[in-house]
């Protein structure tokens, strides 16, 4: 029985930014990955926006905290934050829930950027009620998890357990018992602390321990990657409502897409993520243990078609954009989120003797959170 002062489950970035900081305090720490690798899930399959705080008109609580993270987020990854492209926000003529003046408010509220732009050659101002020359950065998801990896490789206080699956767990009152199945066979181990960082996953792992669930809904979602001579180095987000997205994808040369509309294949609204693409026997992707979206056969057809013609309706005749290909995976948010369509990090003990925490991520530069628990 090998014993740990931490287990962390689950190899995204919070839960791969948690272990090394719990390592960098002293402590002992497993980190178990269901899948080969870390970094392939929501970590990988993201817009990649270094929130701002633009994104959030309606949940200043959302907006203030990507600001309060953004800096530091940008200072101890500067290598993998493209910083240097021009970001627009815009607000279209019809069916959006923020007005220009709300919208102008609101950034000066929070002191960002917002310089209001009414003869930018590359838009359809037909379409479009306003736009604003923004601030907002992108990370490149692929050199972070590159750097996250490397670095949790290299700790020597961290296990890595990957192609590992939690099956059992219980409390003997002051540490987790645990039973791990890795491709080595089953491991038992035992840990003074747990910190339960799966996302789409996190209620079937707080079920294992036997504590409370979170309300959240799950969505399978994609997004399409693209390029474009005339709107390189450039990012358009068209807010706040069933709009949509693109902007460099972190320093890769492509460009995201993304649509509040088309972007959401499927729904669940379960505790745990159940879709009709799961079939009984394939255990690598089950309600309680999502599988990888993108390299999956049944994932969904692609709406990049959809999205694009969407977002072409806010650009001018002359903008072209070329579809290359898309990621896939189960985007999770607290049903609380559906009034102001906030995306807060919440970290909740949901036991104390022994100690399980539950961190169920909101966005990727609010990685900072696990700090104020652990202090
Ligand atoms: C479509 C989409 C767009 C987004 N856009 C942005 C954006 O532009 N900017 C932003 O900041 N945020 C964005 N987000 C949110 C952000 O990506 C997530 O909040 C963040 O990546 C969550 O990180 P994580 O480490 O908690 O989860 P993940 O990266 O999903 O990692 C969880 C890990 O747990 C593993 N796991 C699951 N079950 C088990 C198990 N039983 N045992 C062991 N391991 C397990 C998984 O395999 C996975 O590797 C977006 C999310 C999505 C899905």
Same mark, same amino acid.
């Given at each position: 029985?090998?014993?740990?002062?931490?287990?962390?489950?689950?190899?995204?970035?919070?839960?791969?930014?948690?272990?090394?900081?719990?390592?960098?305090?002293?402590?002992?720490?497993?980190?178990?990955?269901?899948?080969?690798?870390?970094?392939?899930?929501?970590?990988?399959?993201?817009?990649?926006?270094?929130?701002?705080?633009?994104?959030?008109?309606?949940?200043?609580?959302?907006?203030?905290?990507?600001?309060?993270?953004?800096?530091?987020?940008?200072?101890?990854?500067?290598?993998?934050?493209?910083?240097?492209?021009?970001?627009?926000?815009?607000?279209?003529?019809?069916?959006?829930?923020?007005?220009?003046?709300?919208?102008?408010?609101?950034?000066?509220?929070?002191?960002?950027?917002?310089?209001?732009?009414?003869?930018?050659?590359?838009?359809?101002?037909?379409?479009?009620?306003?736009?604003?020359?923004?601030?907002?950065?992108?990370?490149?998801?692929?050199?972070?998890?590159?750097?996250?990896?490397?670095?949790?490789?290299?700790?020597?206080?961290?296990?890595?357990?990957?192609?590992?699956?939690?099956?059992?767990?219980?409390?003997?009152?002051?540490?987790?018992?645990? !039973?791990? %199945?890795? #491709?080595?066979?089953?491991?038992?181990?035992?840990?003074?602390? *747990?910190? @339960? =960082?799966?996302?789409?996953?996190?209620?079937?792992?707080?079920?294992?321990?036997?504590?409370?669930?979170?309300?959240?809904?799950?969505?399978?979602?994609?997004?399409?990657?693209?390029?474009?001579?005339?709107?390189?180095?450039?990012?358009?987000?068209?807010?706040?409502?069933?709009?949509?997205?693109?902007?460099?994808?972190?320093?890769?040369?492509?460009?995201?897409?993304?649509?509040?509309?088309?972007?959401?294949?499927?729904?669940?609204?379960?505790?745990?993520?159940?879709?009709?693409?799961?079939?009984?026997?394939?255990?690598?992707? !089950?309600? %309680?243990? #999502?599988?990888?979206?993108?390299?999956?056969?049944?994932?969904? *057809?692609? @709406? =990049?078609?959809?999205?694009?013609?969407?977002?072409?309706?806010?650009?001018?005749?002359?903008?072209?954009?070329?579809?290359?290909?898309?990621?896939?995976?189960?985007?999770?948010?607290?049903?609380?989120?559906?009034?102001?369509?906030?995306?807060?990090?919440?970290?909740s003990m949901l036991s104390e003797k022994p100690r399980f925490y539950c961190l169920f991520a909101?966005?990727?530069?609010?990685?900072?959170?696990?700090?104020?628990?652990?202090?």
């Amino acid at each position: 029985m090998r014993h740990y002062d931490y287990a962390v489950i689950g190899g995204g970035i919070f839960g791969c930014y948690a272990a090394l900081f719990l390592a960098g305090r002293g402590a002992s720490v497993v980190l178990i990955e269901k899948e080969q690798f870390l970094f392939r899930k929501a970590s990988l399959v993201n817009q990649a926006r270094l929130h701002s705080g633009y994104h959030y008109p309606r949940s200043l609580a959302t907006a203030a905290m990507s600001d309060e993270h953004k800096e530091r987020f940008t200072a101890e990854h500067r290598d993998f934050v493209h910083s240097s492209f021009e970001k627009y926000y815009a607000i279209d003529k019809y069916g959006s829930f923020t007005d220009p003046s709300q919208f102008e408010r609101f950034c000066a509220y929070l002191r960002i950027r917002c310089e209001r732009t009414d003869d930018h050659p590359l838009f359809n101002y037909d379409r479009l009620e306003a736009v604003y020359r923004t601030e907002e950065h992108s990370f490149d998801p692929v050199l972070l998890g590159n750097f996250y990896s490397e670095r949790v490789a290299n700790c020597s206080t961290i296990e890595l357990l990957t192609g590992s699956r939690l099956v059992e767990a219980g409390s003997s009152g002051t540490s987790w018992g645990m !039973t791990v %199945q890795t #491709p080595r066979g089953m491991l038992s181990l035992e840990t003074d602390a *747990v910190i @339960n =960082a799966t996302y789409a996953a996190t209620n079937s792992i707080n079920r294992l321990f036997g504590l409370d669930s979170l309300a959240l809904t799950h969505e399978i979602s994609e997004i399409g990657f693209i390029t474009s001579g005339q709107f390189a180095n450039k990012g358009l987000t068209v807010m706040d409502g069933p709009f949509g997205s693109i902007m460099p994808y972190g320093l890769s040369g492509l460009l995201s897409l993304s649509s509040v509309a088309y972007t959401h294949h499927a729904v669940s609204t379960d505790e745990v993520p159940v879709f009709d693409c799961q079939i009984p026997g394939d255990d690598s992707c !089950t309600p %309680q243990a #999502p599988g990888l979206c993108t390299d999956c056969p049944r994932r969904p *057809v692609s @709406n =990049a078609g959809k999205m694009l013609a969407q977002m072409k309706r806010y650009f001018s005749d002359s903008v072209q954009f070329d579809y290359l290909f898309s990621y896939f995976t189960i985007k999770s948010k607290l049903q609380a989120s559906y009034i102001d369509d906030g995306r807060p990090t919440e970290i909740s003990m949901l036991s104390e003797k022994p100690r399980f925490y539950c961190l169920f991520a909101g966005k990727i530069n609010s990685i900072y959170e696990v700090e104020k628990i652990f202090r």
